[in-house]
């Protein structure tokens, strides 16, 4: 309909009515809950082929992982949140094992357990690093220094003068004093410490003391209040924090390490999941035939009602209508009648 066009006052009446008669449709709870389950049977004998494209998946999947930010003012958002979780006073009054099912931890510590092979190699490179050899030397070296001088000094006569005695010899052997001649000694043989201290760390973490070590952790923080995580968490920073960690997945994303098995995971998971049918997709995520339909008419159902209140689907029929009820083939049409 152009603005040069007259109106004809029983189009105009025919057009309300048509409008009317959507809206009506619209609103008939039967009639939505038909049309669900027949997009749905459409919906089953179509697959994920016939929608999309593995390219479009690439597309989609690389500008929300890859090339959409996610802004400030969000990320602080995010750790304010947080912060009032940890601070929320029900947590004083919460113990962890309200929350967490005891079956789910023995499931975790008999799976943890398990991982001999995992925990051996993470011990090996634990105990060959450079870092874990000066530690465990200077610890050593500490214990040994104020064994000594707690001896010396003490008060049993015996004890204390024979501890001097071999004080005094090693060090007139050695030209060292007796600090010296301890440290000296650990790091001509740090390399020994290193292979006994994995050998005792493996026996002491067995699968059996592994498993055995988280039921003691449970049955000991089990009652804890879930206020305690304070103490390992300051809700304080949470905001600083959540945008700093953001930091590092937002240069790893942008990695040609990341893009590369993205592309190379989509690539795989499209080419076993592209002749599927899309329920059966929905299906694997926990959303039945029966579910979708009833989602899709009860959403469907309040969506339309606020639409058809607000006078918006009105407001947009309205124009489509009268451009073809003004048409002339349909004026034509109607001419006949």
Same mark, same amino acid.
């Given at each position: 309909m152009t603005s040069h066009t007259q109106k004809h006052p029983l189009i105009e009446q025919l057009i309300e009515q048509h409008i009317a008669f959507i809206e009506q449709q619209l609103l008939d709870t039967k009639y939505l809950q038909q049309e669900s389950a027949l997009l749905c049977d459409w919906l089953e004998n179509k697959s994920l082929a016939d929608f999309v494209s593995l390219e479009q998946v690439q597309l989609f999947f690389g500008d929300l992982l890859i090339h959409r930010d996610i802004p400030h003012n969000t990320l602080t958002q995010v750790g304010m949140h947080l912060s009032q979780a940890l601070t929320h006073p029900i947590n004083q009054n919460t113990t962890i094992a309200q929350v967490i099912n005891p079956l789910h931890v023995d499931a975790l510590a008999q799976y943890t357990a398990s991982k001999t092979t995992q925990r051996q190699y993470f011990i090996a490179q634990m105990t060959k690093h450079p870092a874990f050899a000066h530690i465990s030397t200077q610890l050593i070296q500490d214990v040994l220094n104020d064994y000594f001088q707690s001896h010396v000094t003490e008060k049993n006569g015996h004890v204390s003068r024979f501890m001097k005695i071999g004080k005094s010899m090693l060090e007139n052997v050695t030209d060292l004093n007796l600090s010296q001649a301890i440290q000296q000694y650990l790091e001509k043989n740090v390399s020994k410490l290193a292979v006994l201290a994995e050998k005792l760390l493996n026996q002491q973490l067995s699968d059996d003391? +592994?498993? /055995? $070590?988280? +039921? /003691? $952790?449970?049955?000991?923080?089990?009652?804890t209040p879930l206020s305690n995580v304070q103490h390992y968490i300051d809700p304080n920073d949470l905001t600083q924090t959540i945008p700093l960690l953001h930091q590092f997945w937002d240069h790893f994303r942008r990695s040609e390490f990341f893009a590369q098995q993205l592309q190379y995971n989509l690539e795989i998971w499209y080419a076993k999941q592209k002749h599927q049918g899309v329920l059966d997709l929905l299906d694997a995520i926990g959303t039945?035939?029966? /579910?979708? +339909?009833?989602q899709l008419q009860q959403h469907a159902s309040s969506l339309l009602e606020k639409f058809i209140a607000d006078g918006e689907l009105k407001k947009r029929l309205q124009p489509q209508l009268q451009a073809f009820y003004y048409s002339p083939s349909t004026l034509e049409l109607l001419q006949k009648l």
């Open positions: 003391n +592994v498993y /055995q $070590l988280h +039921v /003691q $952790l449970w049955h000991e923080r089990k009652n039945s035939k029966n /579910q979708l +339909v009833t």
